[in-house]
């Protein structure tokens, strides 16, 4: 499933089953030909240009908008719920997958090299369009700062010692932001081999597991900016940058 498919369903029902089944006639089309100038065009003249992660792409996301761009107003109610599809799956809470799953291993693989073709820190799996709870974290708290892949983690308790940092998001390019964020955090999760594990786990990168946890749960580090603006912060350690909400 992705966001054409979507929108072909909406449009003609008969052009998404052709699609659905790799029986795709536009190759040679030229309203298709006209829809990807136009994306090249953006892509060349725009810093928010599309973001595509596996069977998602969008034409535009920030903190406030996520915006897919077409030819022409045709059929604005495909388009519609193209957009709502890219929203449900981001803001989706994520469920529980079984560690014997066998396309698990062939996700962590495509999730890895995504994460480092983007050099980031952490990925999650709703990031690349699936609402499962896995995730890999680079553990800065590790000789060599490995990437380290969870199969269903969940945090079960978070200090009350908060680090306000900047972050950012390969959902949300060109965005950054100043988030609090517990210091120490004990952490249940599985490992692809299927062996069950507890630690508890500090410093930065207890941040990477928050941000990417809270892609599991469906919210962006965006709103949780938006939340903490709403609250009283007591600061304990400036050079820290340590607080305690009050």
């Known amino acids: 499933m992705n966001g054409t498919m979507i929108n072909y369903y909406f449009h003609c029902k008969r052009q998404?089953?052709?699609?659905?089944?790799?029986?795709?006639?536009?190759?040679?089309?030229?309203i298709v030909k006209i829809g990807?100038?136009?994306?090249?065009?953006?892509?060349?003249?725009?810093?928010n240009t599309e973001i595509k992660i596996e069977n998602i792409a969008l034409d535009k996301i920030n903190s406030k908008?996520?915006?897919?761009?077409?030819?022409?107003?045709?059929?604005?109610?495909?388009?519609?719920?193209?957009?709502?599809?890219?929203?449900?799956?981001?803001?989706?809470?994520?469920r529980p997958v079984d560690v014997k799953d066998p396309n698990l291993k062939l996700l962590a693989e495509r999730m890895l090299a995504t994460v480092k073709y983007?050099?980031?820190?952490?990925?999650?799996a709703p990031q690349v369009g699936l609402n499962i709870k896995a995730i890999w974290v680079q553990r800065f708290d590790k000789e060599g700062k490995p990437f380290e892949f969870f199969v269903n983690?969940?945090?079960?308790?978070?200090?009350?010692?908060?680090?306000?940092?900047a972050e950012g998001c390969?959902?949300?390019?060109?965005?950054?932001?100043?988030?609090?964020?517990?210091l120490v955090i004990d952490l249940a999760y599985e490992t692809l081999e299927g062996e069950k594990?507890?630690?508890?786990?500090?410093?930065?990168?207890a941040v990477i597991f928050q941000h990417e946890y809270d892609h599991l749960m469906g919210r962006l580090?965006?709103?949780?900016?938006?939340?903490?603006?709403?609250?009283?912060?007591?600061?304990?350690?400036?050079?820290?940058?340590?607080?305690?909400?009050?």
């Open 16 to 30: 998404c089953y052709m699609f659905a089944h790799r029986l795709n006639l536009e190759d040679n089309s030229e």
């Open 36 to 47: 990807k100038a136009i994306h090249e065009d953006r892509a060349r003249n725009s810093e």
């Open 65 to 94: 908008y996520v915006t897919e761009v077409k030819k022409s107003d045709a059929d604005v109610e495909a388009s519609k719920w193209q957009l709502l599809y890219y929203l449900k799956i981001l803001k989706d809470i994520s």
């Open 118 to 124: 983007e050099q980031g820190v952490g990925i999650a």
């Open 153 to 165: 983690p969940e945090i079960k308790w978070m200090s009350s010692a908060l680090r306000l940092g």
């Open 170 to 182: 390969l959902s949300i390019p060109n965005e950054r932001g100043e988030v609090y964020r517990s």
């Open 197 to 205: 594990k507890r630690e508890l786990v500090e410093g930065f990168t």
């Open 221 to 246: 580090f965006t709103e949780r900016i938006k939340e903490q603006k709403l609250g009283t912060f007591i600061k304990a350690d400036e050079v820290n940058k340590i607080y305690y909400q009050k």
